[in-house]
C-alpha cells in the first residue's frame, strides 16, 4: 500500500515528494517541527501541538501556511488515505529556498505533514527502566522545536549501548534528555526543570494530570541533588511515561522502577483510554 504524505498544499505519495536542493532546512539546517500521536484514531492534544508549532515558528522568522483549523483537516484526510489506525504524526515547516547563503523568504516555506504506523518501545523497558547517560549541553533555542539535532546525533554514536538516552545539565542544573522531559521524585514532591528545557505537551499533560495527587514543583534540579531523587522519568509523545532507574554508573533509588512511577503509568494510561 502506498504511504501518502503532504506537500506544501497536496496530499501525494511520499514516493513522489520532493523538495529543493536549495532548501534552507538542508543547507543549514534551518527548520521546525512538531510530532504528534493518536489514540483511538483521534490526534492527542492537538491544540497544544499546534500553539508549540506556531511558537517555534514565530521564533524562528517561519510562517505556517495553514491556519489550526486547516492543518487539521489535512491531518485527519492525511489519516484516513493512509488506512487510520494509530499513528505518529509529523509536521515539518523550513524557510524554503535559501536566498544568498543565510537569507530565505518567509512567504515561501516548504511545509509538509507525514505519518507512520507507531512502533511501540519495548514493555521491557517499562518493567525495567532505562539508564541515561549525563552530558553538559543546553539546546539552542530550548523552548522551540528545531530539526537541529546534530549534538544527539553525533554523541549517541559512540555512546554505550547501556545507556537509553543523553541526560543534558548546565551551569549545575538538570535540564532534559535529547527527546524528552525529565521528572525526579523526592520528599513526596514530583519535580521537573522549569526553565532552558523544551516545554513537551506530555510534560505540561502530566503536570496537569497529577496536581490532585502529588505536589509538583517546576524549579531548577541541581545535579547533587539527583543523588537524593527516589524515582525518576521521562515524558514524551512517543514514550508516555518511561521510568528512569540510573543515570551514568549511579542508581536511582534502589535502581528498580519505583512504586511512584508505576503508579503516574497507570494514571496516565487510563486518561489518554478516555480520550
Known amino acids: 500500500m502506498n504511504e501518502y504524505c503532504f506537500l506544501n498544499g497536496e496530499i501525494i505519495p511520499i514516493k513522489d515528494a520532493k523538495v529543493s536542493i536549495l532548501d534552507i532546512g538542508i543547507l543549514r539546517g534551518y527548520g521546525i517541527f512538531e510530532v504528534l500521536r493518536t489514540y483511538n484514531e483521534k490526534p492527542f492534544l492537538y491544540d497544544q501541538h499546534f500553539d508549540r508549532f506556531t511558537n517555534s ?49 518567509s512567504d515561501k516555506p516548504n511545509f509538509f505533514i507525514i505519518n507512520k504506523e507507531i512502533v511501540p518501545l519495548d514493555k521491557k523497558l517499562y518493567q525495567e527502566g532505562v539508564r541515561l547517560m549525563s552530558i553538559d549541553h543546553q539546546r539552542d533555542l530550548p523552548k522551540s522545536k528545531t530539526t537541529n539535532y546534530i549534538f544527539p546525533i553525533s554523541n549517541k554514536i559512540s555512546m ?44 505540561n499533560f502530566v503536570i496537569d494530570l497529577l496536581k490532585n495527587d502529588y505536589e509538583v514543583e517546576e524549579r531548577d534540579i541541581s545535579i547533587d541533588e539527583l543523588k537524593f531523587a527516589e524515582e525518576a522519568f521521562l515524558t514524551a509523545t512517543n514514550k508516555d511515561i518511561l521510568p528512569v532507574v540510573g543515570i551514568d554508573d549511579r542508581k536511582i533509588g534502589n535502581g528498580m522502577v519505583g512504586e511512584n512511577s508505576k503508579i503516574i503509568m497507570e494514571l496516565y494510561n487510563k486518561k489518554v483510554k478516555e480520550f
Do not use: H, Q
Open 57 to 105: 515558528a514565530t521564533s524562528m522568522g517561519l510562517k505556517i501556511p495553514f491556519s489550526k483549523e486547516e492543518t487539521l483537516s489535512i491531518i485527519k484526510e492525511l489519516l484516513f488515505k493512509n488506512g487510520g489506525g494509530n499513528r505518529e504524526i509529523r509536521m515539518v515547516l523550513t524557510g524554503g529556498e535559501a536566498i544568498g547563503g543565510i537569507g530565505f523568504d
Open 160 to 203: 554505550d549501548n547501556k545507556f537509553f538516552d543523553l541526560l543534558y545539565f548546565s551551569n549545575g542544573k538538570v535540564l532534559e534528555s535529547s527527546t524528552s522531559n525529565f521528572f525526579i521524585y523526592k520528599d513526596n514532591k514530583i519535580i521537573t526543570a522549569k526553565d532552558g528545557v523544551l516545554f513537551g505537551t506530555t510534560r
